[in-house]
């Protein structure tokens, strides 16, 4: 699993950290979404498959490799 995300289209609404909080972080000036780890493990596909369900702006993308 690969995770890719588009800064431009966020919207800073934090449903990502609440989701997978390992994964995603926000930028304290704008609340932009930030990649902590765009590889992360197997055990955590459930959760960041949440998080880019949950986002209102469709800013994360999940690519199965």
Known sequence: ???V?????CVGA???VL????VFDQ????????LLDALP???SQSQVEE????????????VAE
């Open 51 to 62: 998080a880019a369900a949950r986002c209102p702006a469709l800013a994360i993308e999940v």
């Open 41 to 43: 493990p197997q055990e």
């Open 5 to 9: 995300i588009d800064q431009d289209r």
């Open 19 to 22: 989701a997978a909080a390992d």
């Open 27 to 34: 930028r304290d000036e704008d609340g932009v979404v930030v």
């Open 1 to 3: 699993m690969k995770i």
């Open 14 to 16: 934090g449903q990502c």
